[in-house]
Nanobody
Framework: QVHLVESGGGLVQAGGSLRLSCAAS????????MGWFRQSPGKEREFVAF????????DYADSVKGRFTISRDNTKNMLYLQMNNLKPEDSALYYCAATSTLGTLRDKYLYDFWGQGTQVTVSS
């Protein structure tokens, strides 16, 4: 079992940047594949990015590719999401998630553990 806590959200203008963090505890962090998901009011939770155990492989939703970067530091049990050139449509509650199971890593149902979310609001 792993406990996840997101931080770093806030209010920014379009074109600005934010760096989200996810602190993991209660488990062996390096054993988990980690993902970021987001959810806006009235919409389903959607995939943003994932990163493998060591950070050697990652993937992004087309909507954020080239603007967002996922990374992890296994020595600190930390996951990050650097978000640049933010757009109003990026506004959402952002969640980090963990899975120890290989599968379709864009699928939110694969992930076993979730943080409480951190709000990102991008103004126009």
């Amino acid at each position: 079992q792993v406990h996840l806590v997101e931080s770093g959200g806030g209010l920014v203008q379009a074109g600005g940047s934010l760096r989200l963090s996810c602190a993991a505890s209660g488990g062996t962090f390096s054993r988990y594949i980690m993902g970021w998901f987001r959810q806006s009011p009235g919409k389903e939770r959607e995939f943003v990015a994932f990163i493998d155990w060591s950070g050697s492989s990652d993937d992004y939703a087309d909507s954020v590719k080239g603007r967002f970067t996922i990374s992890r530091d296994n020595t600190k049990n930390m996951l990050y999401l650097q978000m640049n050139n933010l757009k109003p449509e990026d506004s959402a509650l952002y969640y980090c998630a963990a899975t120890s199971t290989l599968g379709t890593l864009r699928d939110k149902y694969l992930y076993d553990f979730w943080g409480q979310g951190t709000q990102v609001t991008v103004s126009s």
